[in-house]
Each structure stands twice: as structure tokens, then as C-alpha cells.
């Protein structure tokens, strides 16, 4: 039994795992699988991507800030923003595993189509697929950049505590 104590003592080295994505808002659905991620890695990155031609609803610092806002006190969590291709701003972390959210079968494809593509441009990273639980399948941030378009602040559908006019530019 020798062996199998030494294996249990020394499989602990740090699991860290990139999310990445636009989260232009961050919403419930995101923070489930950043919630599921934490079952599985020690620390999960969210990774806001900066997209040059696409000017969203929150800037990307205040999409960062928003998600640092959440997670503000589990130290596993960490919000940064990044430019350029999501592989190498893996590397450049030095990460091993991309964690990404699935809610029906077109996300399916579109993310195993970008985990294709991943494989074959970085095959040393792993794409981690998450399910998103039932309550969460039906929101998008692309819904709630409607809202807030319309003058609803999307309450309902942001993590606790989150008030989206607190990120936007003007305030
Ligand atoms: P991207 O522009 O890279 O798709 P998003 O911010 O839209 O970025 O999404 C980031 C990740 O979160 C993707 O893997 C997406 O499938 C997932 N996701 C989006 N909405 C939800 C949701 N409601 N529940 C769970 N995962 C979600």
C-alpha cells in the first residue's frame, strides 16, 4: 500500500483551467460553469477576450471588473482581459485546459468546431466541455444586451447582487 500513499501525497499540483469568452455581460449561465469548473480545477481563469472589430455593450475592462466583482471573495476565481488567439494566451499562463460552456446542440457544434481547431494549432491544450443546468439553457448575454438596450436592467438573469448599470460606460 506503500505506492498508493505516495501517489496520494504527491498528485496535488495545481489544476488551473482558462474560460474564455466575450462575456459582454458575464451572466448566471457563465457563473454555472465557472461553479461546475471549481468541481474539477483548483483555479479557473475567465478570460475576457478583447475583439478589435466588435464594440460591445461594456468595455472589456468593465466586463473584467464585473466578473472580479463576483468571484471577489473565492481567490480560486480570477477575471483578466486578453488580446490575440486564446491558445497562446494559454501558454503564456501556462495552462493546460480550456473550459467552455454548452447549452443545446448549436453550441455543440460551434464548440467542437473551435476545439478542432484548437487541437490541431496547440494539441498540448485539452478543451473541457461543461453542460449547463436546465435553468441557465435559456439565457444568453446577447438577451440581456437587449434588455439593457430596452431599458430593462436584467436582473433576473445576472449573478446576485449585479446591478449592469453600475459597467456601463456613461455612469
Ligand atoms: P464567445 O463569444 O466566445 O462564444 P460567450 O461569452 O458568448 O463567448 O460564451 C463563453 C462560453 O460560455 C461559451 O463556451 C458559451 O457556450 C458559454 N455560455 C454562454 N452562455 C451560457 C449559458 N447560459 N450557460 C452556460 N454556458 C454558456
Known sequence: MTG???ILKSRHKMRDALFPGSFDPFTMGHQSIVEQGLKIFDRIIVGVGANADKRGLLTVENRVRLIADIFRDNPRVVAMPYEGMTGDFCRTLGVG???????NTVDYEYERS???INQRLYPDITTVLLFTPPEYVAISSSVI?????????ARELMPANIDIKNYLESV
Open 114 to 116: 473551435i476545439m478542432l
Open 97 to 103: 485546459f480550456l473550459l467552455r460552456g454548452m447549452r
Open 4 to 6: 498508493c500513499s505516495t
Open 145 to 153: 444586451r437587449e434588455l439593457v438596450a430596452m431599458g430593462h436592467d
